[in-house]
């Protein structure tokens, strides 16, 4: 499995970026997709996950903010981030697996995720 982010930057707080993770490699036919960060001295975060079937689930610290989609023709995941905050730096990374547990859901845990891309560094300037 291949993950490789791109569209990190840095902005002005207010401002936009749109991130892009291209997947190859996995061939689930039910899997979850994340968005995680990881700030300079902090624990890597979960941000949003999108399972294969369209659901989603976000951080409260981004809902109404950032949107999480992918398009399965491309294999490619995304994640709009709007009104970035000061606080919303951190390296982004994209993870991919299978669904967790016999209820199979898709979680923001970064336990649940084997598959990692490499991650695109997004700085929000107050």
């Known amino acids: 499995v291949q993950l490789v982010e791109s569209g990190g930057g840095s902005v002005q707080a207010g401002g936009s970026l749109r991130l892009s993770c291209a997947a190859s490699?996995?061939?689930?036919?039910?899997?979850?997709m994340s968005w995680f960060r990881q700030a300079p001295g902090k624990e890597r975060e979960g941000v949003a996950v999108i399972r294969s079937d369209g659901r989603t689930t976000y951080a409260n610290s981004v809902k109404g903010r950032f949107t999480i989609s992918k398009d399965n023709a491309e294999n490619t995941l995304y994640l709009e981030m709007n009104s970035l905050k000061p606080e919303d730096t951190a390296k982004y990374y994209c993870a991919v697996d299978r669904p967790a547990g016999y209820l199979q859901l898709c979680v923001l845990s970064s336990s649940q995720y084997n598959y990692w891309g490499q991650g695109t560094q997004v700085t929000v300037s107050s």
């Open positions: 490699g996995y061939t689930y036919s039910t899997y979850c």
